[in-house]
């Protein structure tokens, strides 16, 4: 990477060991910080809100104390796919001998096209927020046909990667769901939909309240295999 690449300070924190995020992988966690939606279940505000505090120069120093210990870094945030240098990070990451993950929203298909292309990245959680016609009112986003790109790319070309919708149901009913899978049945959609249970943190993005009380699991369209989190 660049010289000034290296003093770039994108990244807000660093988990340093799960077991959880990165299927088949004990890695480490990036944190990037800012994010181009607005989410109001969102419990990570101060990624949304916050400046990095981490750079590049000293998240290669770190990665390189886990070698032969991890065998995944996970690219999150906020929304990870805003860096602008993140093609020269995996690069970088990929050359320490780390398989990479990454979570988005699925807003830069340009570049998350590339990543696989040049082999950068091994698995994409890909965050499918809302149905097309709640879509803006969910994300405050306008660009559901740059994150339906996304989607049917990884679908085509047959990639490691999972589906996962967060549903607080003031927000998000059956209805809502059982759209969505209508949409990923209609894509031919093959792998695991994750469906995820609010957890309710008191600082979050919209300043919400918890939940009455969780989806009813029994509405939901059996048309394609579905995982229910924290339910």
Known sequence: MSKNSLTDRPIYDITKFTTLDFPKNLAAILWFCGCNMRCPYCYNSPIVFGSG???????????????????????????????????????EIKSLGFKIKIDTNGTNPKLIKKLIK??????????????????ESITKNTNFNAFENTLNSLIQADFPFETRTTVHSDLLNEEDINCIIDDLYSKNYSRIYYIQNYLHAEDNVGQITAQNHPIETNKI???????????
């Open 221 to 231: 369209s059996d048309k394609i295999d579905t995982n229910f989190r924290e339910f």
């Open 53 to 91: 505090t981490i750079s590049i120069q000293e998240t290669l120093d770190f990665l390189k104390t886990r070698i032969n210990k991890l065998t995944g870094v996970v690219l999150s945030g906020g929304e990870c796919t805003l860096y602008p240098n993140l093609e020269e990070l995996c690069n």
């Open 118 to 135: 040049n082999e950068l990245v091994d698995y994409i959680a890909l965050d499918y927020k809302a149905p097309k016609n709640k879509f």
